[in-house]
């Protein structure tokens, strides 16, 4: 099937695209919904659901020239290419191709097929552990070692959200390039000994070998399998902690840069300065990612002004979240050096070419959190209910939440219907034509764009947008309801972890994390015959 606007490319001729990467940029870009994406990818495709992809291109790929080949299960799966290569052609991008036979004629080539989420990261986790023989201790060990009293911390690598739903015991949330920075006042005595954990063993594995490049004096493990090893060991977690780490010392901060420093120069990171940055920002032919490594309260208080954020730790465990560009340089940057010379020691591991830019107080000008560039909202009204006139109009519209599943499932707004923006509006149907629409989306921004997808599209009912989304709802003291209630697609927009199943028996949820650890696991062999990865060990 021919797809408009955008150039064939046979599965081998991507695959020695992909071998290039780094004498010429690319992106590969699944253009279908992000659990489908999951369930069969490229290893290096980065999952842009055409239902956001407006929303999350410019800030992945944000360079209008670099060559996009977009992929999905077939050719054109039902047209879902065809779609996004008139968009990203409308957006301004220049170089499209698309995979001929889809994900199908990638492997029916002879090339390899990944599942899962954030596979690169994964992946190279896995091969870190193998290459540096990474030290780790079962949970029942460490749940004897608690038991005890011994000298030992639990550091919990995950950002505050995902440590406060669960955590290990006694366990305190460090966030990833965190680790290197807060360990000297978090276990100042040389004998503790520091167990890194995350939810299953990436950030595990990664923390802890942070800790061992740093060369701190502590002995320093990983959690086997962390919070998922702990679960199926039959032990039980802490739920709605909030325990982090505290106030930065002048000693723990000057013992931090010393061991950033050796790690910078074991990794050979090179710190640049304003004018480079500056002149590589300015280039048109080269991607520069610029990504600001500090927590995200740090961020939101004053960042440079073209910086993004992307915690350290986060950015190692899903790179393909942040960087959508093959081939790209990334600057790292923080206040200190310290958290943006691990996060680079890391990408130059994985392969990037990786650099620091130590920002000062006063160029971090810019407060708040990070908004997409989406010029497509240009013109379109930002919606026209109020929270509580919706509420006092159910009854007159179908209310079509178009945010993720899990999030729909966490809370909606009451008698609202789960539905995706891209199978509009041929998933309205069901829907009785004597009521209107109302569209609502977590901030409003899908919905707006989608509303205009139905104008644009000739629908006939009239269509509403809340203003402000599901967000403005809350604020407004209005409930929201947990769980699906009739939905109009099936919920495969997003990929689910074993700790997201819904009322999953305990015999399930325990097999859902068995097979995920497996999963991991395998990634170093699948990797390997896969044939791509550029992962680099320092002796």
Request: proline share 6%; hydrophobic share 40%.
């Amino acid at each position: 099937m021919t797809v408009t606007m955008a150039r064939p490319l046979r599965a081998a001729e991507l695959k020695a695209l992909i071998g290039g990467r780094n004498e010429r940029q690319l992106a590969v870009v699944d253009v279908r919904p992000g659990g489908t994406f999951g369930t069969a990818h490229l290893l290096w495709a980065i999952s842009v659901p055409l239902s956001v992809l407006e929303l999350r291109i410019r800030d992945l790929v944000p360079g209008l020239a670099t060559p996009v080949v977009l992929c999905a299960a077939d050719a054109d799966d039902d047209g879902l290419v065809s779609r996004a290569a008139g968009k990203l052609a409308a957006m301004g991008y220049t170089d499209l191709g698309y995979l001929q036979g889809g994900v199908a004629g990638w492997g029916g080539a002879g090339f390899e097929i990944f599942s899962g989420v954030n596979v690169p990261s994964k992946a190279f986790g896995e091969f870190i552990e193998h290459a540096y023989d990474t030290p780790r201790i079962p949970a029942p060990e460490l749940k004897r070692m608690i038991d005890a009293g011994d000298n030992m911390i639990v550091l919990d690598s995950r950002p505050m959200p995902e440590f406060k739903a669960m955590n290990i015991p006694t366990g305190i949330d460090s966030p990833g390039a965190e680790l290197a920075l807060r360990v000297h006042d978090l276990a100042p005595d040389p004998n503790t000994i520091v167990v890194v954990n995350c939810a299953g063993r990436t950030r595990s594995i990664i923390g802890c070998q942070s800790l061992r490049n740093a060369g701190i004096p502590n002995k320093v493990v990983a959690l086997e399998n962390g919070t998922m090893g702990w679960l199926l060991a039959g032990f039980e977690l802490e739920r709605g902690q909030q325990r982090r780490y505290g106030e930065l010392s002048n000693d723990g901060l000057m013992r931090a840069k010393a061991a950033a420093e050796r790690v910078g120069k074991r990794f050979g990171v090179q710190v640049i300065d304003a004018k480079a940055l500056s002149a590589w920002r300015a280039e048109t032919g080269r991607t520069t990612y610029l990504f600001d490594v500090r927590a995200p309260e740090e961020y939101v208080a004053g960042h440079l002004p073209d910086a993004k954020p992307a915690p350290g730790g986060q950015l190692v465990q899903a790179t393909d979240t942040y960087a959508g560009t093959l081939g790209a340089r990334i600057v790292c940057t923080d206040d200190n050096g310290v958290r943006a010379t691990m996060t680079a020691s890391w990408l130059i591991q994985m392969g990037w070419e990786a650099y620091v830019y130590v920002a000062g107080a006063a160029e971090m000008t810019a407060p708040g959190a990070h908004a997409p560039e989406i010029p497509e909202l240009a013109g379109i009204p930002e919606g026209d209910l109020e929270p509580k006139e919706l509420a006092a109009r159910m009854i007159q519209l179908h209310v079509i939440d178009l945010g993720d599943s899990i999030r729909h499932r966490a809370g909606h707004i009451p008698g609202s219907r789960f539905a995706m923006r891209a199978n509009l509006p041929t998933n309205l149907k069901p829907l009785s034509s004597e009521r209107g629409i109302a569209l609502v989306s977590p901030d409003g921004i899908l919905a707006r764009r989608a509303a205009k997808d139905l104008r644009d599209a000739g629908f006939k009912a009239p269509v509403h947008v809340l203003k402000g989304g599901t967000q403005a709802w809350q604020a407004a003291g209005l409930p929201l309801k947990q769980g699906f209630e009739n939905n109009l697609d099936q919920p495969v927009d997003v990929w689910y972890r074993p700790y997201d199943l819904e009322d999953a028996i305990e015999g399930d949820r325990e097999a859902a994390m068995q097979g995920y650890l497996s999963w991991e696991i395998d990634l170093v062999q699948q990797i390997e015959r896969d044939g791509t990865t550029n992962f680099k060990v320092f002796q």
